[in-house]
T-cell receptor
Framework: GESVGLHLPTLSVQEGDNSIINCAYSNSASDYFIWYKQESGKGPQFIIDIRSNMDKRQGQRVTVLLNKTVKHLSLQIAATQPGDSAVYFCAENRGTGFQKLVFGTGTRLLVSP | DTAVSQTPKYLVTQMGNDKSIKCEQNLGHDTMYWYKQDSKKFLKIMFSYNNKELIINETVPNRFSPKSPDKAHLNLHINSLELGDSAVYFC???????????FGDGTRLSIL
């Protein structure tokens, strides 16, 4: 399944499914993008990042895709597990020479066993 | 080992009071940040300090004053608290503009 992170939408998947969380960013000059996971009562936790000179980056069970033409970022989670349940945020760096992250509105991922 | 730590975790106080939130990072990072997360989970940058110098100040009311005694600490002082200040405040740090920020677990501020 997939979702667009506009008004904290919820993506519900079954354990073992692949999840896709989407994010639209607005500044074509943004050069660095990060995905964060936030669990209840905790701070955002770094998942994966990508620089603007790349279009794909893979981590353990996660892949980030960057499409600069349409200013779109996605996070793919393979074999989703109940522990992946959280709110996911994309962030774009709008600073030049320093980091100024602008966060998306977030997507809540619910994984049922 | 806690990388970015904030105190207190919860802060309940009356309107009009003055309060401070402390943040410390043991990552050796040069840059620290304060964010505000509202009830809809929207996360917004407030301030950023690099080596004790202010580099981002995002149209935050001047009732909010960050203070960085050294590059490992960035405290947030808030004067004359208002109802709209109720939120979760996060501290973060990073090493350079192309490295991810590391966040603390937040301070939930509730104004009565």
């Amino acid at each position: 399944g997939e979702s667009v992170g506009l008004h904290l939408p919820t993506l519900s998947v079954q354990e073992g499914d692949n999840s896709i969380i989407n994010c639209a960013y607005s500044n074509s000059a943004s050069d660095y993008f990060i995905w964060y996971k936030q669990e209840s009562g905790k701070g955002p936790q770094f998942i994966i990042d990508i620089r603007s000179n790349m279009d794909k980056r893979q981590g353990q069970r996660v892949t980030v895709l960057l499409n600069k033409t349409v200013k779109h970022l996605s996070l793919q989670i393979a074999a989703t597990q109940p522990g992946d349940s959280a709110v996911y945020f994309c962030a774009e760096n709008r600073g030049t020479g320093f980091q100024k992250l602008v966060f998306g509105t977030g997507t809540r991922l619910l994984v049922s066993p | 080992d806690t990388a970015v730590s904030q105190t207190p975790k919860y802060l309940v106080t009356q309107m009009g009071n003055d309060k401070s939130i402390k943040c410390e990072q043991n990552l050796g990072h040069d840059t620290m940040y304060w964010y505000k997360q509202d009830s809809k989970k929207f996360l917004k940058i407030m301030f950023s300090y690099n080596n004790k110098e202010l580099i981002i100040n995002e149209t935050v009311p001047n009732r909010f004053s960050p203070k960085s005694p050294d590059k490992a600490h960035l405290n947030l002082h808030i004067n004359s608290l208002e109802l709209g200040d109720s939120a979760v405040y996060f501290c973060a740090s990073s090493q350079d503009p192309q490295q991810p920020q590391h966040f603390g677990d937040g301070t939930r501020l509730s104004i009565l």
